[in-house]
C-alpha cells in the first residue's frame, strides 16, 4: 500500500516537473530573454548588496575569448562584451555546487538557480550553468583619445576630449535603446566589430588631420624661432667678436705670463744647479788636494824609512783607485755627444774632473781656463784632440806632466793664451800643435823634442824672430810639411828648416832679404807665402829657389818690387805679385819654366804700355790659364793676349784703356799675310777659350767698337764693358 502510494507520489512529480520544462520551453522568446534580463539585474544587485557585507574573493578568474555576448545595462545601453565563463587555463570555477540539488549553484550562503546571473563585484558577472559557475570581466573597447574617464557606476572610460568623443548621430547602435535580436551571436559581434573600426578609422583620420596641423604649427613655430635668432645673433655679432678678442687677449696674456714664469723658473733651477756643481767642484778639488797631500806624505814617509834601514817596518799603502762605473755630473754649459765633450764659453775656470776612458775629444774653448795640473787628464787617458783656445792659460800653470798620460793625443790647439814658451812633455803622437796669438818668446833646440810625428806646426801672432829662434829648434820634426809663422818679427828666412816642409807662410813679418841658402835643404818645399814684407827684388838672390823643382806657388804681394822678379823656379805655376809698385815685366821672364806659368796676379801695381814688351810673356802663351792686370795704368790692352790659346780668365778693368783694336784679342787673316805667319787658316778661325773678360772702369766708347772685335768669344755675355768712366 505505501509502496503504491510512494510510486505514485514521484510519478506525479515527475509530470509536474515535465509540464514546468514545457511551460518554460513553450514560452516565447522575448518574453524569455525579458525574464533573464529582470533576473540577472535582480540577482546582480542583490549580489552586489551582500558583496560589500561579505569577504571578497580573492582570485578571480581570467578568460578566453570564444564567441561573445553582448552585455546590457539596465538602460539597454551596450556598454561592453561579457566573454567565455571558461578559464584562461581551461578550468571550471572554484564556487561549490548545491549538494543534492542537480542544476543549482550554492554561492556565498545563496541558493542560485540553473542560468542565473549575478554580479559578485563591480565589472565581474557571474553565471550558473548545470550547476556550475562561471564568472568573468567586462571587456572595454580601447579608447584613442588622450583624456578619458570611468563615469559613475560604469566600469568602461569613456574619452573626455569633445572631439574625439563625437559619434555621429547615424549610430543608431550607440544612441537606440533597443536591442538588437540575437537570432544569430557571431553576426552581432561582427557587427560590432564593424562600428569600432569605423570608429578607428575616423579617430585614426582626426589624429592625423590634427598631427598635420601641429606639424605645420611647429614648423611656423621653428621658422619664427630661426628668424628671432638669427636678428639676436646679428645684434650679438660685434659683441661676440669683442668678446673674442678680449678672450684671445686675456688667453695670449696668459700664455706670456706662463711663459715669463717658465724662463724664471729655468733661471732659477739653471742658478741653482750651477751652484752646486760649483761646489762639487771644489769639493772635488779640496779632495784632490788632499789626496796629493796625503800621497806626499806617504812618499815622504817611504823615504824616511828608506832612509833609516828599518827592516820590520810596514809596506806602504797602496790608494785604491775609485770606480768609474757613474760618470759625474757635466758642469753646467757642457755636452756629451758620442766621444766628445764639448764645454765652449762654458765660463769655467778650470778643467773639470771628467773620468771617461772612453772620451777621444774635448773642446774648452772660450772660457777662464789658467792652468792645466799634472792630473788634469788622468780620468780621459784616450783623448786624442784637445781645444783649450780663447783661455788665460799661461806657461807657468803647465804642469810639466800634465801631457803624460795622453798616449792617443794627435791635436792640441792653444791659440790665444798667455803662453811665452812651447810646454814641455808634449806626446810623441802629437801630429797637429796650433799656438798662434800667444806671447812666444823663443824656441828652443829641445823645445819640439820627440815630435817625430809632428805634421802641422802653427805659430802665428807671437814675438818670434831669427833672434830667439834656435837654428836646430826644427831639426826634430822629421815629418814637419805645413808651418805657419806669420805675424812674427822675422827679418830673414828662419834657418834650419826641415826637409819635408812643403808649405811655408811668413807673411806679415820684416824679412828684406832671400839669400842662397835659405831654401837649400828645403828641397820638397812646394808653396811660399811671403806677402806684407819689405822685399826688394835686388835682394832676392838668383839661386835662392831657381833650382827648386817642386816649388809651384810664390806670394810676394805687398812688398816693394819694381819689376817682375828675375831667376824664378822653373815650376812655378802660381805666381802672386798684387799690391807692388811693379812698373815693367821684362822680357823672356817666364820663358825657362817648365811645364809652365799658369796663373799671374798683377792687380794693384803701375803697369803701363811702355812696362810691357811683345816677349814679356814668352813662355807662357800656351799655359797661362788666369792673368789679373786690373787697377793699372794701361792704356790699350796688352800685346800678345791674342796668342794665349788656354787663357780663360782676364781682368783689364780699372785702367785708362780707350779703345780695343781688332787684333789685341781675336787673331785675324790679315796678320797672317802680313807678317808671314805660318800658322795654319784653322787655328785663326778657332775660337777663344776665354771664358771672363773684364774691360769696365775704363774709357772705352761702346760705340766706337768694331763689331769684331770680340768675334772669337764664344758669348758676348763673357764680356764686361759696363760700367766706363767718365772722360
Not at 312 to 336: D, Q, Y
Not at 402 to 428: C, E
Not at 595 to 621: C, E
Request: a negative charge; aromatic letters at 6%; hydrophobic letters at 30%.
Amino acid at each position: 500500500m505505501h509502496l503504491e502510494a510512494l510510486l505514485y507520489y514521484f510519478l506525479l512529480i515527475s509530470l509536474s516537473i515535465a509540464l514546468a520544462e514545457n511551460e518554460h520551453n513553450g514560452m516565447p522568446r522575448k518574453a524569455r530573454r525579458r525574464r533573464m534580463r529582470y533576473r540577472r539585474l535582480r540577482k546582480g544587485s542583490l549580489a552586489n548588496g551582500r558583496l560589500n557585507m561579505q569577504p571578497q574573493i580573492t582570485s578571480p578568474l581570467l578568460t578566453t575569448s570564444v564567441p561573445n555576448i553582448p552585455l546590457i545595462n539596465i538602460d539597454g545601453d551596450i556598454t561592453g562584451i561579457f566573454g567565455s565563463f571558461i578559464g584562461l587555463d581551461g578550468q571550471e570555477s572554484s564556487y561549490n555546487i548545491l549538494p543534492g540539488k542537480e542544476g543549482r549553484c550554492f554561492v556565498n550562503g545563496m541558493t542560485m538557480y540553473d542560468n542565473a546571473v549575478w554580479s559578485p563585484k563591480a565589472c565581474v558577472t557571474c553565471l550558473c550553468s548545470k550547476g556550475k559557475v562561471l564568472c568573468d570581466e567586462t571587456l572595454c573597447h580601447p579608447l584613442t583619445c588622450h583624456k578619458q574617464r570611468i563615469p559613475e557606476g560604469e566600469c568602461c572610460p569613456v574619452c573626455t576630449d569633445p572631439v574625439l568623443s563625437t559619434i555621429p548621430l547615424g549610430d543608431t547602435a550607440e544612441f537606440s535603446g533597443d536591442i538588437p535580436e540575437p537570432n544569430d551571436p557571431s553576426g552581432t559581434v561582427l557587427q560590432e566589430q564593424q562600428a569600432q573600426d569605423e570608429r578607428n578609422k575616423r579617430d585614426k583620420k582626426l589624429i592625423e588631420k590634427n598631427g598635420i596641423k601641429i606639424k605645420e604649427k611647429g614648423k611656423r613655430k621653428r621658422k619664427r624661432t630661426r628668424i628671432k635668432s638669427h636678428k639676436q645673433s646679428r645684434k650679438q655679432e660685434p659683441i661676440n667678436n669683442e668678446m673674442e678678442d678680449k678672450e684671445k687677449m686675456r688667453t695670449e696674456e696668459e700664455k706670456r705670463r706662463a711663459y715669463a714664469e717658465e724662463e724664471q723658473r729655468i733661471e732659477t733651477e739653471f742658478k741653482r744647479i750651477e751652484k752646486e756643481n760649483e761646489e762639487q767642484e771644489h769639493e772635488k778639488y779640496e779632495r784632490s788636494e788632499e789626496e796629493e797631500e796625503d800621497v806626499e806624505q806617504e812618499e815622504e814617509v817611504e823615504e824616511e824609512y828608506i832612509l833609516r834601514g828599518d827592516v820590520f817596518r810596514m809596506p806602504p799603502r797602496f790608494s785604491v783607485p775609485e770606480s768609474s762605473s757613474e760618470m759625474p755630473p757635466l758642469p753646467t754649459g757642457c755636452s756629451h755627444l758620442d766621444n766628445t765633450l764639448s764645454c765652449i764659453n762654458a765660463k769655467l775656470s778650470q778643467i773639470p774632473p771628467i773620468m771617461d776612458a772612453e772620451l777621444t775629444s774635448i773642446d774648452l774653448e772660450g772660457n777662464y781656463i789658467t792652468a792645466i795640473p799634472d792630473a788634469a787628464f788622468n780620468g780621459i787617458p784616450n783623448l786624442e784632440r784637445i781645444d783649450l783656445r780663447k783661455n788665460n792659460i799661461t806657461s807657468s800653470g803647465i804642469g810639466p806632466q800634465a801631457f803624460k798620460v795622453l798616449k792617443n793625443l794627435q791635436r792640441l790647439y792653444m791659440d790665444g793664451n798667455a803662453l811665452i814658451h812651447i810646454p814641455t812633455g808634449l806626446p810623441y803622437t802629437l801630429e797637429e800643435l796650433k799656438i798662434n796669438e800667444n806671447q812666444l818668446h823663443a824656441i828652443d833646440e829641445d823645445s819640439f823634442e820627440g815630435l817625430k810625428k809632428l805634421v802641422t806646426l802653427e805659430l802665428e801672432g807671437n814675438q818670434l824672430s831669427e833672434a830667439n829662434v834656435s837654428p836646430l829648434a826644427f831639426q826634430s820634426l822629421k815629418s814637419l810639411s805645413y808651418l805657419r809663422l806669420g805675424r812674427n818679427k822675422f827679418r830673414i828666412i828662419p834657418q834650419g828648416l826641415p826637409p819635408s816642409i812643403e808649405e811655408l807662410y811668413l807673411d806679415n813679418n820684416q824679412i828684406e832679404e832671400i839669400t842662397d841658402i835659405c831654401f837649400n835643404r828645403t828641397t820638397n818645399i812646394n808653396t811660399i807665402v811671403l806677402r806684407h814684407n819689405k822685399l826688394e827684388e835686388s835682394r832676392i838672390a838668383p839661386l835662392a829657389w831657381i833650382n827648386h823643382e817642386n816649388l809651384e806657388s810664390i806670394d810676394l804681394s805687398y812688398n816693394k818690387l819694381y819689376h817682375v822678379p828675375s831667376y824664378l823656379p822653373k815650376s812655378l805655376v802660381h805666381l802672386v805679385l798684387i799690391g807692388n809698385q811693379i812698373d815693367r815685366i821684362p822680357g823672356f821672364v817666364f820663358g825657362h819654366m817648365r811645364p809652365g806659368l799658369q796663373y799671374l796676379y798683377l792687380s794693384f801695381n803701375k803697369l803701363d804700355d811702355d812696362g810691357i814688351d811683345p816677349v814679356s810673356f814668352y813662355g807662357a802663351y800656351h799655359s797661362l790659364k788666369e792673368m789679373y792686370l786690373d787697377h793699372n795704368q794701361l792704356k790699350s790692352v796688352p800685346l800678345g793676349i791674342a796668342e794665349m790659346r788656354s787663357l780663360t780668365f782676364l781682368r783689364l778693368n780699372n785702367n785708362k784703356i780707350r779703345t780695343v783694336p781688332l787684333e789685341r784679342i781675336c787673331r785675324i787673316g790679315l796678320d797672317k799675310e802680313e807678317e808671314g805667319d805660318n800658322t795654319s787658316e784653322e787655328e785663326y778661325d778657332e775660337d777663344s777659350p776665354l771664358e771672363h773678360l773684364h774691360l769696365e772702369y775704363n774709357y772705352i766708347n761702346t760705340r766706337e767698337l768694331s763689331p769684331y772685335a770680340f768675334s772669337c768669344v764664344r758669348s758676348y755675355s763673357s764680356v764686361v764693358l759696363k760700367p766706363q768712366k767718365i772722360k
